[in-house]
């Protein structure tokens, strides 16, 4: 499965529900983006995704770093 948002093929499954397995998230490794597979194709498929939040290499590679989250 290919990203929605930059289109690489290095995703994961990160879950699936509890009950039924009704929904699942899925992870990019490569630009981070996370999606449950129940919502809209406009955030599911790369072909539907819009052009406005693509992202490609060049523009990851130059986005700065953000910080960890502090533990509690």
């Given at each position: 499965?290919?990203?929605p948002?930059?289109?690489?093929?290095d995703?994961?499954?990160?879950?699936?529900?509890?009950?039924?397995?009704?929904?699942?998230?899925?992870?990019?490794?490569?630009?981070?983006?996370?999606?449950?597979?129940?919502?809209?194709?406009?955030?599911?498929?790369?072909?539907?995704?819009?052009?406005?939040?693509?992202?490609?290499?060049?523009?990851?590679?130059?986005?700065?770093?953000?910080?960890?989250?502090?533990?509690?």
């Amino acid at each position: 499965m290919n990203c929605p948002r930059c289109n690489n093929s290095d995703t994961e499954k990160l879950v699936d529900a509890p009950k039924d397995n009704i929904w699942s998230i899925t992870k990019c490794n490569h630009c981070l983006y996370t999606w449950r597979n129940t919502e809209s194709e406009e955030l599911t498929d790369n072909s539907a995704y819009p052009d406005i939040f693509k992202l490609n290499d060049d523009i990851i590679e130059n986005m700065k770093v953000s910080p960890p989250l502090a533990k509690r």
